[in-house]
Structures are given as C-alpha cells and as structure tokens.
C-alpha cells in the first residue's frame, strides 16, 4: 500500500539545502492557501511527527509572506537581495492530493540564530485511500514542474500556469470554448424568482450592445435537492419558457446547481439509497442534516448526473451553468462504492460527467479545489463570496472590493490559459444590496470606491457579475458599465506582486499590428487619505530612456510625456486608468472614451501622413453609441479640417490636445481623420 510518493525531496530523506542565495531567510514565499488537502490523508510514516501538517487554517486564497509554506499545488519563492526565484507546482492531478512543503522544521528552526537556507524543500503526491499495488504494477506520481533559472518571477509563474494547460492538453480560452458568462446574477432571496429575472433582464436594455449580455439565476431555485425540479411557486412557467424569455432579448442565461448533493426526502433519495452516500466527518464543506452524497461512482448515479445536465442545456436551454460550492464536498465523501478509486479520481469522474452531459457549448462554472476543478472548468470561482462594502464586513466570512481584488491579482497566472477568473460580485451598493447582506452598520460605498472595484474585475479578463439590481442603476452608473467590456486581449498583472502588501500597480501591455498601448491601473486601497504612487517604467517591459504619452482615462486628462518613472496621485479607494503609448514627434491618436483599453482594442488602423500633414484612423464602432477622441497636437502643428464617417463632428482644443466627439448612429468601422 502506497500512500505517498516524493517527486522532489531536499533535506529531509536526502541531502541538501534549498537557498537563494544570501538574504533567503528573507525572501519572499507566494503560495496559493491550502484547506483542501491537509487532513485528507494521514501523513505518510517516513515525515517526522514535527513535518506533519498543522490543521487547516481555513484559507484558500494566495499569500506572500517571508518564512515557511505549505501550499496545495504551486508555489513562487522570490529573493529582492539577489533576484533569485524558484517557481515550483505539479501540472497533473489525477490520483493523488498535490502539496508543496517549504520550511525549517520546528526542531531546527531558531528565532535569534535564523538559517540562511532552508532544510527542507519537498514536493508531495499524497493518495487516500492508499493505493494497492499487486506484484509487478506501477505507480507514477503526479508530474511536477521546477523552475530555478527565471529572469522574471511573474513571468515564471505566468510560464507555470501555460505549462498546466499544455499537460493537460487543454485548449486557449481565447482560441475555443463558449462565450464568458457577463451580466447580472440574482442572488439568493427574493431575487431568485421568475418575475425578479424578467424585471431585471428588461431593464439591461441598451447594456447587452456593451456587453452585458448575461443573467445567471442563483442556487435555491429548485424545490428539492436532488430531484431538481423549479420550485412552482417561483417558477411557474418552468425553466425552459424562462431561457427562451431571456434568448429573446438577445442575453444568455445560467443556472447553478450542486448534481452531488441529494436531500434525503427527495424522490431520487427514496428511490435509489444505494447510490448515496454519507460526509466524512473532515469535509470542510458542511452539508444539512438531511443531505446526502451521490455516489458517483455507481454508474447508475452517474448516468442520472450526465442525463440531469443534458436536460439542463439540451431541453432548458441554459448556457451556462456553474456548480455550487458544496458540490465539493463529494471530495469528502465517507467512502465509494468504487474501493479501488482514490477521491481525486472520484471526484475528476463526476466533474466529467457533469461536463459530458453539458457538452462543449455550455460555459462551465466552478470553485475549489481548484486544481483539479479548473481542468474541467471554463470559469473559475477565485474567493469567498462579496458584500457591498469596501473591506470585508466585520464579524463575517464576506470579503468587500479590497479583498476580492487582491485575490484576483494573484490568480493571473492561470488565465487565459486554464480558465477565466470570477473575482466574485461587484457592487454599486445599492439599498437593496446592502440591505440582503445586513450592512447597516457599514459605509455605503462612494461612486469612486464601485467604479475601482468594477475596474479591477474588468482587468481580470474573465467574468464580471453586478450583484445590484440592474433594475435600480442610475444613469451614472450605466455609463460606467458601458466602458469596462469587452475584456483586454489579456489579464493584468501586478507588478508589485512581490512587495509582501495588497498589488497597486495592474499593468497590461498591448501590441497591434497599428501600434503599442500599455495599460496600467493604479489602485490607492486606503479609503481615507489620497496616495502619490511611483511606476518604474522597466518594471512595466518600457524602453528605457523612450517617453510615453501619459492619458487617464476615467478623468479624461492628458498628463503630457514621461521617461524612466511616472508618479500619480490617486484619490483615496479610487483607481487611475492610466494609457501609455510610445511618444512621436508629430500629432498622434491619445484614447478614446468608449472603453478603458483607450482605443487599443477597437482600434483597426491609425496612419500619419508627414507629407500631407494629415492623421488618420478607423475604429469598430458600437451602435447608438457617442465617441470621444483625444489627439495629441505638439507645436509647431495646428489642428485644421476634422472629417468623420458618421457625419458631422465637434471638436475643441484643450491645450495641445484636440477633442473630438462624434455619434455613430450603426455599428461598423467608423472612419476619422484630421489635417494639420
């Protein structure tokens, strides 16, 4: 019987250090939390009692801490002193529980006489129940993946993240796959209703053009677990005649459900109690008394799961559907009809089986754990879920927008490669909104606090959910969200990952056929005070020694040129969108104010003519929509003739800045030029 299997192993069993190089006690450790896994499994007989793993300490979001980790899949080590970076994870999770130990054991370890190295660098492959192997039969761990010779840690763990998807074959969320799910969701409550849905998804209106073309019904909807039939006091018409309500007005339409949870007085319970199961008594994820597990590996049960999902798309209609975070649990469940399974394999068969019976059109959406549910999803649930308020409300297990964000920084590295990131709701603050979350104690959040946070999902590149009622936003409101889609062609990334504090500097740099943008968003968390915050150009990839055009784009203001560095002074909980583009000596397009990429995303052709003295550009026009443009005028060039497509247009002069605003009355490519 085998329990676990040691791909990699310094100190411990064999010889040797792990060491960056001087100042390692020092670095820099960024690990992605670990609950999943640490009381899966006894620790296997050769790790000493003092190596095995304390309790869960109920987190599953990644941190950047100096000292010890103990992380699930993956984990980064920087040290500032030398530059020096390991980025280490497993890239398969098939059988066995993956964890990846980093630490001075507890007997060795010295707070007045700390050791440059650390003794003890391990990766583990830990199987429960242990497997049994007959005489002459095989046993491969997990396949772990080291990196020891970055020159950029972010790059590393951006090159660790593309290295999953490779071994696990598969494909670029930009390249296949449905469309991502974007839009309102109706969250539990009184929200979670046919009328509700429908008052909500006619209120979108204008707002699918721009991309919020989504609404995803919330769990609760059934009438019992386990049969999975609308509750007829709330959907009376059905789930079929709801998709086709929601089809007609140009959205799409999501359904969450939790197929391995079972009521034990549903019909399904009744009929069929051999193939449940009961919850082990470590699951972290807490079921009612009266739940049950499917047992999927009966295959009876998962024949029912497959037909359940296949109803859910094939005869409802649902375009998207995500699994509730207590579908986890079946990881735990007490034991398996199926004694030869471990519960990682358990548990890859029933997400299998829920993706067979979906099929490729449907957008998947799920939670932790999430190395092995991203192998299976499109979408990916990245933290807990969020209240209207900026920090996490106190006595509570909500996070607000700082929390959410911060997290979602730290997930980039997996996108687009295995799957798109949900950062969880976000919030204007609403009345309503604050009032299903009892936050009457708490600040409401500002307009600038709900624009920062919607920004930062935006700039994760992968689901955006409004959890306010779209029936109540307000004109204002409705502005912001017309400018946050379609997503950039990639995540930001923090820069200041590896700063040991909450990422401020987001940065995206885009490159087209006509010219280069990089996008930067500079996040001041501190609700109270404004902070001036200092970019290094050569921490963005920029020339050194080349100036950029600096734009903002929510404050529409041209900041002139920059080289080397730029400081910004950002408002206290807001964000500067901040453009940058390579500086030419003659007029050049700065932005537009239809989106925040500032033109780099709809943008088709741009072209300066030095012997005519003439700009030029065409842009993907949405329809019914005003546009904005911002041109660049250095001395000695005046701004003469403007000539638009779409007719006419106004222009103004703002120092040497040339304002532009046409309409464009249908959507198509939208042509613009200027004499000078």
Same mark, same amino acid.
């Given at each position: ?25 020092d670095a ?10 640490r ?16 309790p869960?300490p109920?987190?599953?979001e ?5 000292g ?20 280490a ?10 964890r990846?130990?980093l ?42 993946y ?15 993240g ?14 296949s ?15 979670v ?8 998804v ?6 699918t ?39 007609a ?11 391995f ?10 009929a ?11 699951s ?5 008394e ?13 024949e ?11 005869e ?5 559907v ?15 009809d ?8 358990a548990y ?6 829920v ?19 991203g ?35 730290r ?7 295995l ?26 959040l500002?307009?600038e606090q ?6 930062g999902?935006?700039?994760? &590149?992968? $689901?955006?959910?409004? +959890?306010d =009622?779209?029936? *109540?936003?307000? /004109? ?5 969200? @017309?400018? #946050? ?10 820069v ?19 010219g ?20 290094s150009?050569?921490?963005l ?19 002139g040129?920059a080289?080397?560095?730029?400081s910004?002074?950002v408002?206290? &909980?807001? $964000?500067?969108?901040i +453009?940058? =583009?390579?500086? *030419?000596?003659h /007029? ?5 104010? @239809?989106? #925040? ?34 041109v660049l ?29 046409l ?10 030029a200027?004499?000078?």
């Amino acid at each position: 019987q085998v329990r676990g299997l040691f791909p990699w192993c310094v100190g411990d069993m064999k010889d040797g250090q792990f060491t960056l190089g001087p100042g390692t006690e020092d670095a820099l450790v960024f690990d992605n939390g670990l609950v999943w896994n640490r009381d899966i499994a006894p620790a296997p007989e050769s790790v000493a009692p003092e190596e095995a793993a304390p309790p869960a300490p109920g987190r599953t979001e990644p941190s950047i801490a100096v000292g010890d980790a103990l992380s699930d899949w993956s984990l980064a080590v920087y040290n500032p002193q030398t530059n020096r970076s390991l980025v280490a994870g497993f890239l398969t999770f098939e059988r066995g529980f993956t964890r990846i130990r980093l630490e001075r054991p507890l007997g060795k370890r010295s707070a007045d006489s700390p050791s440059e190295p650390y003794p003890l660098f391990r990766a583990e492959c830990i199987f429960d129940p242990p497997v049994t192997l007959e005489p002459g039969e095989r046993l491969l761990s997990e396949v772990f993946y080291i990196a020891v010779a970055e020159d950029d840690v972010l790059e590393g763990l951006a090159r660790y993240g593309h290295a999953v998807a490779v071994a696990n074959e598969i494909p670029r969320l930009a390249q296949s796959g449905p469309p991502l799910a974007r839009g309102w969701i109706s969250l539990c409550g009184e929200d979670v209703s046919e009328d509700a849905v429908l008052q909500n998804v006619n209120a979108v209106g204008d707002l699918t053009r721009y991309g919020w073309s989504h609404v995803h019904i919330d769990g609760n909807w059934q009438a019992v677990k386990g049969d999975w039939e609308p509750d007829p006091a709330r959907f009376p018409q059905g789930m079929k005649w709801l998709t086709e309500q929601i089809h007609a007005r140009g959205m799409t339409a999501g359904l969450q459900i939790d197929p391995f949870t079972v009521a034990a007085g549903s019909s399904l319970a009744q009929a069929h109690p051999d193939w449940l199961a009961a919850s082990g008594e470590t699951s972290p994820v807490s079921l009612g008394e009266d739940e049950r597990l499917l047992d999927i590996t009966v295959p009876e049960a998962a024949e029912h799961v497959k037909a359940l999902c296949a109803r859910i798309t094939g005869e409802w209609g649902f375009d998207a559907v995500e699994l509730a975070p207590s579908a986890a649990a079946l990881l735990y469940a007490e034991s398996f009809d199926d004694t030869t399974v471990t519960r990682v394999e358990a548990y890859r068969t029933g997400l299998d089986t829920v993706r067979t019976g979906l099929g490729d059109a449907a957008f998947r959406m799920d939670g932790p754990p999430r190395a092995v549910t991203g192998l299976f999803a499109d979408g990916m649930r990245l933290g807990r879920p969020t209240a209207p308020a900026w920090r996490a409300p106190a006595g509570g297990t909500a996070w607000g927008a700082v929390e959410a964000l911060e997290n979602a920084a730290r997930w980039y590295y997996y996108t687009p490669y295995l799957w798109a990131p949900d950062p969880g709701y976000a919030y204007f603050g609403h009345d309503t909104a604050r009032a299903r979350w009892a936050l009457s104690a708490e600040a409401p959040l500002t307009a600038e606090q709900a624009r920062t946070w919607l920004t930062g999902a935006a700039l994760t &590149g992968g $689901v955006i959910r409004l +959890g306010d =009622r779209v029936s *109540e936003l307000t /004109p204002p409101e409705r502005a912001v969200l @017309r400018r #946050l889609l379609p997503p950039l062609p990639r995540p930001a990334r923090p820069v200041d990952l590896f700063t040991g504090e909450t990422p401020r500097i987001w940065a995206v740099p885009i490159r087209t056929p006509i010219g280069e943008w990089t996008i930067m968003a500079l996040f001041n968390w501190d609700e109270h005070e404004a902070k001036q915050i200092t970019v290094s150009f050569e921490d963005l990839g920029l020339k050194p020694g080349a100036y950029y055009t600096v734009f903002g784009f929510w404050e529409d203001t041209y900041y002139g040129t920059a080289s080397g560095s730029l400081s910004v002074n950002v408002g206290p &909980g807001c $964000v500067g969108v901040i +453009g940058l =583009r390579p500086y *030419e000596n003659h /007029p050049m397009f700065l932005s537009t104010d @239809r989106h #925040l990429s500032q033109g780099a995303t709809d943008c088709t052709a741009l072209e300066w003519d030095a012997q005519a003295r003439r700009l030029h550009g065409t842009f993907e026009g949405v329809a019914d929509t005003d546009y904005n443009l911002r041109v660049l005028v250095p001395p000695p060039y005046e701004a003469g003739a403007v000539t638009v497509s779409t007719g006419p247009a106004t222009t103004a002069v703002d120092g040497n800045v040339l304002k532009i605003g046409l309409h464009c009355a249908e959507a198509g490519p939208v042509d613009w030029a200027v004499q000078f």
